[in-house]
């Protein structure tokens, strides 16, 4: 499958690309015989937009508190590995069975 550019970044295969609030905005159609009414589209078009915007910052919101708590997980992980680890010294058959 071939890469697919938007804002002149390429994306990798595999991976939707994003709209924009940019080119949501910017889209023009092609005019036809008995069409809609533009100005009814580029209101649709503009609550699109502003819909974009919206999540787009909702998703870099989220994946910061992702971050932040993937990050709190490690270093949990890492101070509970180190209180469990056993005593330097090994006694031998040193349990009550």
């Known amino acids: 499958m071939a890469q697919v550019y938007r804002g002149g970044q390429p994306y990798p295969a595999g991976y939707p690309a994003r709209l924009t609030p940019h080119e949501v905005r910017a889209r023009e159609f092609a005019t036809r015989r008995r069409g809609v009414d533009p100005d009814e ?57």
């Not at 910052?57 to 590995?81: P, T, Y």
């Open 41 to 97: 589209v580029r209101e649709f078009q503009a609550r699109v937009a502003d819909e974009v915007a919206m999540l787009n910052e909702a998703v870099r919101l989220l994946s910061q508190e992702n971050d932040r708590i993937k990050r709190a997980l490690r270093d949990w992980q890492i101070m509970h590995a180190q209180e469990c680890r056993p005593p330097q010294e090994h006694h031998r058959n040193s349990g009550h069975w």
